[in-house]
């Protein structure tokens, strides 16, 4: 929902806030680009919880794992603003 490449429809005030944390996660990467940190933003998917509702396409710990995954491979890498980003819980890079 964060996404303005693949934005949808409804959810205003929600969608918004996700694009506005995604913006601020990437002034910080620039900003501190030569302290040797890592800045990336995970969505942890259609998750079944309170939130996701039963409809969920995921359970908690495959999300987790998933995003954890996805953390320790960052950290391999050399810092370097091509390997920062938005990610899903897979993995996959989510467009901005």
Known sequence: MGSLATNGEGAFAYRSSKVALNMAVRCFAKANINEGVHC??????????????????????TSVKGMKGVVEKIATLPIAAEHDGFFAYDGSTIPW
């Open 40 to 61: 990336l933003l995970l969505h942890p998917g259609h998750v079944k919880t309170d939130m996701g509702g039963i409809e969920g396409d995921i359970d908690i710990d």
